[in-house]
């Protein structure tokens, strides 16, 4: 069971990664969204603010894009996220 970071500039921020992505594993990416205080989520819903897609991210791309409250991320932007402070 996990400690619910409350500190970092994610603090309170729900992520979701999807598909590949280029440069990070996905458990390291998900782990770098912990570090910054984020929460993961298991799929996308109403409760998601970012989702961060790679290649062939498929249908939570699709439903993501419906829920106009979800930011779509590249892996890139996401990293740019994390980093500022």
Known sequence: KKDTKN?????????????????LK??????????????LLGGVSTKLNYLVVGEDAGSKLEKAKKINTVRILTEQEFLLLINKK
């Open 7 to 23: 500190t970092g500039n994610l603090a309170g921020q729900t992520f979701l990664f999807t598909g590949t992505l280029p440069t």
């Open 26 to 39: 996905r458990s390291e990416a998900e782990a770098l969204a912990e570090a910054a205080g984020g929460k």
